[in-house]
């Protein structure tokens, strides 16, 4: 067993057990916060079936990004459709799931790279975000920036081995360590995706899953037809 193998077995081992705490405490604070009034972003909707076509239309085309801002929206929802993409090219190269997405797969990292490069010029370009950006901002990007171009010099300059990387993963899964290929792309690419992990739970990457705990989405404007409680006063009695 190399000295590689080991030290990314453990670096994954770490990481996956950061994201999936992380993010699992993340969620139980974001239900658990109380939400004292009723505060949906309006036009709203009057049903909670509406409130889940809303948020459905928030996921998957940016509905309120598009309606504010076009060329954030244009930038934004290209690298996270790129990324669905790429995440499901992955899927398919370890699992062999979702082989329709074999020939738009070669587009993901172009496409990621491009919006990403768009909404990192934003924070230069324009005044007002510029101001409010802070250094985390531009390590997020930078970090992201750097797992799409390692991954794109992979596919397009140095090949790595996938059947010893697949053989690598399906170990750690099984508790039953494969040896990793050490090609200095190959490590660049798994240890910027294992630090992405890591302050993934930490970082304003949470948009994700804390759109479905916005009281401004999730939220129907019933505020006349029924009584609205915060929930420190649920359990409480008049």
Known sequence: MTAVTVVYALLYYLATAIL??????????????????????TPAP?????????LLKELIVFE???????WLWLFGWLFHFALLLALLHHLNTFFG???????????????????LAGLWARRFLVDRVRYISAPSDHLMLALLLGIVLSGMAMRYAAYPDIVAV????????????????????????LALVAI???????????????????????QADDARERRHTAGWTADTKD
């Open 20 to 41: 999936v705490v992380g993010l699992a405490l993340r969620i139980y604070q974001y239900a658990r916060t109380p939400q004292p009034l009723k505060v949906p972003t």
């Open 46 to 54: 009057l049903t909670r079936a509406g409130v889940v076509w809303r």
């Open 64 to 70: 309120t990004l598009f309606k504010s801002n076009k």
């Open 97 to 115: 799931s979702f082989g329709l997405v074999r020939p738009l797969s070669q587009y993901a990292g172009l496409g990621m790279a491009v919006g």
């Open 166 to 189: 697949r053989a690598f993963f399906a170990g750690l899964a099984n508790f039953n360590w494969q040896p990793l290929p050490a090609q200095p792309l190959l490590l660049a690419h």
């Open 196 to 218: 992405l992990m890591a302050v993934f739970p930490i970082s304003k990457l949470l948009h994700a899953p804390g759109l479905f705990f916005s009281p401004s989405f999730n």
